[in-house]
């Protein structure tokens, strides 16, 4: 089991202890990841970068965490291979974005 894949089970396996597989299909999952994001935006609105991380930095981290809960979560459900969708991405991103 790679570290991504461990992650993903320590996620679901906090989610299984509380019973909540029950609320976690993939449009709900897409849903919670979009507002998480969203809330991450928020703590930068009306500052510069330096200003919203000096001002919100544990805000911030905790944001980002949610929204990767929810993307693992979402990855599990749905049976997604992180990293080979992540590789995959890069190696498309390089074909179009040449250096």
């Known amino acids: 089991m790679n570290e991504?894949?461990?992650l993903i089970k320590k996620v679901d396996d906090f989610r299984d202890e509380r019973n909540w597989r029950q609320y976690h299909n993939a449009k709900d999952l897409a849903i919670s990841l979009s507002i998480e994001a969203s809330e991450l935006l928020e703590a930068f609105?009306?500052?510069t970068s330096e200003e919203a991380w000096k001002e919100n930095?544990?805000?911030i981290k905790?944001?980002?965490a949610d929204v990767l809960i929810y993307a693992l979560t979402l990855c599990s459900e749905l049976?997604?291979?992180v990293e080979k969708i992540v590789i995959d991405k890069i190696l498309k991103n390089g074909i179009k974005y040449k250096i």
């Open 4 to 6: 991504i894949e461990s």
């Open 57 to 59: 930095k544990e805000n």
């Open 79 to 81: 049976n997604i291979d």
């Open 45 to 47: 609105q009306w500052k």
């Open 62 to 64: 905790e944001e980002i």
